[in-house]
C-alpha cells in the first residue's frame, strides 16, 4: 500500500501562514492529481483545493479562494499548501489525497489518503 506522508501542521495565530506538505511513500507511484481536504471538530470532511497534474489545473473551495495556493511537483508525487491569512474557521485536520487516475480524480474520489496533519489556528 502506497502511502501518502503529509507534514507542517502545527499552532499559529491568525492572520499567519502555514505551508503543508505531502509526498507519496514510493517514487514509482504516479498519479493523475493529488489535493488536500479537512475535517473540523463536528463537521464533515470538506475539499480544500486539487491540483491536475496536467496543465497544473487548480481548484479551491469558495472558503479558502485567495488565501490558499496549492502547488506541487508530479515527478515525485509532492504537493503543497500554502495558507495566507489564518483564521480560526480553517482549524482542522488536514488530509492529504492523491487521484491515481483520471477515472478518480473525474469522480472526486479519491483513492489514497494520508494520516492528516493538525492546524490550529489560535484568535
Known amino acids: 500500500q502506497v502511502q501518502l506522508v503529509e507534514s507542517g501542521g502545527g499552532l499559529v495565530q491568525a492572520g499567519g501562514s502555514l505551508r503543508l506538505s505531502c509526498a507519496a511513500s514510493r517514487r514509482t507511484f504516479t498519479t493523475y492529481g493529488m489535493g488536500w481536504f479537512r475535517q473540523a471538530p463536528g463537521k464533515e470532511r470538506e475539499f480544500v483545493a486539487r491540483?491536475?497534474?496536467?496543465?497544473?489545473?487548480?481548484a479551491y473551495a469558495d472558503s479558502v479562494k485567495g488565501r490558499f495556493t496549492i502547488s506541487g511537483d508530479l515527478d515525485s508525487n509532492t504537493v503543497y499548501l500554502q495558507m495566507n491569512s489564518l483564521s480560526p474557521e480553517d482549524t482542522a485536520v488536514y488530509y492529504c489525497a492523491a487521484y491515481s487516475s483520471r477515472y478518480y480524480y473525474f469522480a472526486s474520489a479519491p483513492d489514497y489518503w494520508g494520516q492528516g496533519t493538525q492546524v490550529t489556528v489560535s484568535s
Open positions: 491540483i491536475r497534474w496536467s496543465g497544473d489545473t487548480t
